[in-house]
Antibody, heavy 118, light 106 residues
C-alpha cells in the first residue's frame, strides 16, 4: 500500500528557510518521479518542481528556481523540498505527489502547512 | 512560460445539469492536458489525462476533449459529490495549472 507521509506544520519568519520532507513507502522509491505542488490559502495550485529519485535530477518552476532545492535520500525513501528567503507569499500548504507517468500523479502526501510571518 | 486560462471562474448548477468548463493554453500543448478535481481540505485528484483519457476509477459522466490550445471538461449529469473546484494543468513544458473553476450548488 502506497503512502506518502509529510513532515509537520512549520512557522517561519521572513528571510528564513524551510525544509519539508516526504517519506514514501509501499513501492520502489527510485522508480517514480516526485512533484511538489503548493496552494496558498484560498488560492489555486502552483507547481514547484520535480525530482527523479533515481538520479536526483531536478527541474524547478522558473519563478522559484533561485530559492528552491529538492533532494532525496534513497536509504530512507525520503524526498525533501527546501525553500529559502521565505516571504509572506510563500505561506501555503505544500504537497508531494508521486508521478505515474502519462496518467499523471496518483498518490499525494497529506500536505504540510508552512506559515511565514513576522 | 505557458499560461492556462480557465473559464468560468465559478458556476452554479443543479444536480443533473450538464456542466462544461473550458481551458485555453497560451500556446500549442498538443494533448498534454490534465483535469483535476479538488474538494476543500483535500489533495487534488486526476480525472482526465492526455486531454480525453478517463483515469481508472473515475465515473464515466466525466469527459474531456480538445487539443492544441482549447480544451473542455464536461460533466454530463452533475452529482452531489461533484461540487468541488476543477483545475486544468499542462505538461507540455514543465507544468502549469489553470486558476480553477469552482462548481457550486444552485
Amino acid at each position: 500500500q502506497v503512502h506518502l507521509v509529510q513532515s509537520g506544520t512549520e512557522v517561519k519568519k521572513p528571510g528564513a528557510s524551510v525544509k519539508v520532507s516526504c517519506r514514501a513507502s509501499g513501492y520502489t522509491f527510485s522508480n517514480y518521479y516526485m512533484h511538489w505542488v503548493r496552494q496558498a490559502p484560498g488560492r489555486g495550485l502552483e507547481w514547484m518542481g520535480i525530482i527523479n529519485p533515481n538520479t536526483s535530477g531536478t527541474s524547478y518552476a522558473q519563478n522559484l528556481q533561485d530559492r528552491l532545492t529538492m533532494t532525496r535520500d534513497t536509504s530512507t525513501s525520503i524526498v525533501y523540498m527546501e525553500l529559502s528567503s521565505l516571504r509572506s507569499e510563500d505561506t501555503a500548504v505544500y504537497y508531494c505527489a508521486r508521478d505515474l507517468g502519462a496518467p499523471g500523479v496518483d498518490y499525494w502526501g497529506q500536505g504540510t502547512l508552512v506559515t511565514v510571518s513576522s | 512560460d505557458i499560461q492556462m486560462t480557465q473559464s468560468p471562474s465559478s458556476l452554479s448548477a443543479s444536480v443533473g445539469d450538464r456542466v462544461t468548463i473550458t481551458c485555453r493554453a497560451s500556446q500549442n500543448i498538443d494533448n498534454q492536458l490534465y483535469w483535476y478535481q479538488q474538494k476543500p481540505g483535500k489533495a487534488p485528484k486526476v480525472l482526465i489525462y492526455a486531454a480525453s483519457s478517463l483515469r481508472s476509477g473515475v465515473p464515466s459522466r466525466f469527459s474531456g476533449s480538445g487539443s492544441g490550445t482549447d480544451f473542455t471538461l464536461t460533466i454530463s449529469s452533475l452529482q452531489p459529490e461533484d461540487f468541488a473546484t476543477y483545475y486544468c494543468q499542462q505538461s507540455y513544458t514543465s507544468w502549469t495549472f489553470g486558476q480553477g473553476t469552482r462548481v457550486e450548488i444552485k
